[in-house]
């Protein structure tokens, strides 16, 4: 597919730098400087003058609000339409060249609706970011400590400690960078805007399989991802941990029935609050106050 008619929407808040550097990145890489959408969530810190400045090509949507996530990508995918659409994070960068083109290929190919990135952290290390769909069988595999002994061939759809280094269909991923296909991003009505931030990414995955649309992992296309370059500047790590974890909770209540989502939901309790404990007991107050965000999510408290 021509990058001609892909649609990049990259959202910011009060991280103009890390939004130019990532907009470039993706034009360095092959995308029409007029095929980029930066959103601002109504930063008011002088972004979206910069955005103007620096970026005259891309189409800047200035929202009057913090509209959070999903509701401010939808705004930008709603801005320009496009044949296929790449949402990217403020704070990810094109790292392979050429992956912008591979993740709109995959995206092209019949049954597709999203792909995935490897992602990298700022030192180049592996950024695990692809994840089972949460049910009783993956979350008692990873609360009882046993995830990292599961074969790697199991990993993807078992445990989080896949090494990464194929391409495959996954379950879904946290999605930093997510390349959707044009037709499955109509079918999906984009991203759930029932809330402000985080596990969108997780629904949008598991919403594309249940349309029957397969989901990516891309082993040769790479993003350096930062993390939490936005919501470090508003939460603590325990108070991102609380709402990641609430967010998620929410989203199993959604998806799965009431039994099964309360059995999913009390074992990544368990998980986390024993690990909790561990942390505590080895002298680790931090990690373990961070746990215990993720604790206090999952239990609703």
Do not use: K
């Not at 769909?133 to 990292?148: I, M, N, Q």
């Not at 309790?269 to 080895?282: E, L, Y």
Request: glycine letters at 10%; a neutral charge; proline letters at 5%.
């Amino acid at each position: 597919m021509t990058l001609d008619g892909v649609t990049a929407v990259v959202l910011n808040w009060r991280t103009p730098e890390h939004a130019v550097r990532a907009v470039r990145a993706l034009v360095d890489d092959g995308l029409p400087a007029d095929r980029a959408v930066v959103v601002d969530n109504a930063s008011d810190d002088g972004s979206v003058e910069r955005f103007r400045a620096e970026l005259p090509a891309a189409t800047v949507v200035a929202l009057e609000e913090n509209l959070g996530f999903a509701r401010g990508n939808n705004a930008g995918s709603a801005a320009l339409d496009g044949s296929a659409y790449l949402f990217v994070n403020s704070d990810a960068f094109v790292h392979r060249p050429g992956s912008v083109g591979r993740l709109v290929d995959a995206v092209a190919a019949p049954g597709v609706g999203i792909a995935v990135p490897r992602l990298l952290n700022e030192d180049l290390t592996l950024q695990p970011s692809v994840v089972p769909t949460s049910s009783p069988l993956p979350e008692l595999v990873r609360a009882s400590g046993l995830s990292r002994f599961v074969p790697n061939r199991w990993q993807p759809a078992l445990g989080t400690h896949w090494d990464h280094s194929e391409s495959r269909s996954i379950q879904a991923a946290t999605g930093a960078v997510l390349a959707v296909a044009g037709d499955a991003w109509r079918a999906l009505g984009g991203f759930a805007e029932a809330r402000f931030m985080y596990a969108e990414d997780l629904d949008l995955c598991w919403r594309a399989r249940e349309l029957g649309r397969d989901v990516r992992f891309l082993a040769d296309a790479e993003f350096v991802h930062l993390g939490s370059a936005s919501a470090g500047r508003r939460w603590s790590d325990p108070e991102r941990a609380e709402r990641v974890a609430r967010a998620e909770a929410a989203m199993i209540r959604e998806h799965l029935p009431r039994g099964r989502a309360t059995l999913t939901l009390a074992l990544m309790a368990a998980g986390v609050g024993g690990r909790a404990v561990v942390r505590r007991a080895s002298g680790d107050p931090v990690g373990a106050a961070t746990l215990r965000g993720w604790w206090r999510g999952y239990r609703g408290r």
